[in-house]
């Protein structure tokens, strides 16, 4: 194992290691709508490079962004410890999944509690939610 950005990172460098070793908590577009209606205190962690955002985003006061590169890089910010702190529950968001999945396992194996990954990503929030968010 060898540290990066202040996680401990696989030799292989992949986040795959870390998606088979843990089990990885999601929840579906449909509940992150639901959680949106809701005023239920949590953070939506857009892990899309920024670029993306341009493209589709969904406008919530509780949306925040740090792209998975970002993460990579530099680990986690203050923003991430401020969150764990607090026991604030994160929704992690991309644009088919993949991304947060990778985000959400690597927060996991950091020993980050209550981080999920929105199965899908925002492309099946645009298909099956708000179509209004915008594809790409």
């Known amino acids: 194992m060898s540290k990066v950005g202040g996680f401990r990172a696989p030799q292989d ?10 089990m990885i908590p999601e929840i579906t577009v449909a ?12 953070i939506l962690l857009d892990v899309r490079e920024l670029p993306e955002l341009d493209q589709a985003k969904i406008e919530d006061a509780r949306l925040e962004v740090a792209p ?17 702190r607090r026991g604030i529950p994160v929704y992690i968001i991309c644009h088919h999944g993949n991304r947060s999945m990778q985000a959400t396992a690597w927060l996991a194996q950091q020993g980050y509690k209550n981080v999920f990954n929105v199965k899908g990503g925002i492309d099946a929030y645009a298909s099956q939610v708000d179509q209004s968010v915008g594809f790409y």
Not at 13 to 22: K, L, P
Not at 69 to 80: F, I, Q, T, V, Y
């Open 13 to 22: 460098q992949s986040f795959d290691s870390a998606m088979r070793f843990y």
């Open 31 to 42: 509940q992150l709508a639901e959680k949106l209606k809701s005023n239920e205190k949590f």
């Open 68 to 84: 998975l590169s970002r993460l990579a890089s530099e680990g986690p910010d203050a923003l991430l410890e401020s969150i764990q």
